[in-house]
């Protein structure tokens, strides 16, 4: 579908051109000449140890742009979500938690409520021991829901701790913590071990069919920073296993 039909799909797209396009290019960048080998548990668990802090800063600081971007038009008026928003709890107060929040409004239509036919007992039975209405509806809407859902659920990657004794474990990490305080980067160029040469610019193919080619900017010195991290880190690691 296009991704400029809906709120969320352009969305989407900004959260791409913000950060997430930069975090792909630079993990390609680490599987095409750095080692990264996905296959591997011990690596993907590096990855989330050096670098999941810094994607989850990044989602906070698009979450804090977006609220505070203008948005046109006459029902608007380049007011920000956030001033909208200000604006709605002023006129119509602050609501209460809501049960059916982040429900599509045709499931609540559907399922909220007392308009479906009730259960019947007979006299004398109260229904104890026999499956509440709410399993039913539960089951009911799992099935629903079912004729939507056209993609095949994607396997999470392993990402178990590396095996090995939990003192070479706490050894790794102080290493790790040294590489990281190291501001100048003299010992990370020196424990990197190899000739490092960072190229500011990653080709990216993207589509269905991976023949579009989309230029990424890696030119922030942070991108080559987290590159000799993880080079560095690596190569730790794996003399220790």
Not at 14 to 37: H, M, P, T
Not at 148 to 158: E, K
Not at 215 to 240: C, F, H, K, T
Request: proline letters at 5%; aromatic letters at 8%.
């Amino acid at each position: 579908s296009s991704t400029h039909n809906t709120r969320i799909e352009r969305l989407w797209v900004e959260v791409g051109r913000n950060f997430c396009r930069s975090w792909r290019a630079f993990f390609g960048r680490l599987e095409d000449q750095f080692g990264l080998d996905c296959s591997r548990p011990n690596h993907i668990w590096l990855l989330q140890t050096l670098f999941l802090d810094d994607i989850n800063t990044d989602c906070d600081l698009f979450v804090q742009e977006w609220n505070s971007h203008p948005i046109s038009g006459p029902e608007t008026n380049d007011r920000s979500p956030r001033d909208l928003r200000f604006l709605r709890q002023t006129q119509l107060g602050i609501y209460n938690e809501d049960d059916c929040e982040g429900v599509h409004p045709d499931t609540i239509q559907e399922y909220y409520g007392t308009t479906q036919d009730r259960v019947q007992h007979r006299v004398g039975q109260t229904g104890a021991g026999h499956p509440p209405e709410e399993l039913d509806l539960v089951n009911e809407v799992v099935q629903d829901q079912d004729l939507d859902i056209r993609h095949d659920s994607i396997p999470t990657a392993d990402h178990e701790a590396p095996p090995m004794p939990p003192e070479h474990l706490t050894l790794f990490l102080n290493c790790l913590a040294s590489l990281q305080n190291d501001n100048q980067g003299d010992l990370l160029r020196s424990v990197a071990g190899e000739l490092f040469v960072w190229d500011p610019v990653e080709v990216m193919k993207v589509g269905r069919r991976r023949q579009k080619e989309l230029v990424i900017s890696l030119v922030d010195a942070a991108w080559e920073r987290r590159a000799l991290i993880w080079l560095a880190a690596i190569r730790v690691l794996d003399s220790l296993l």
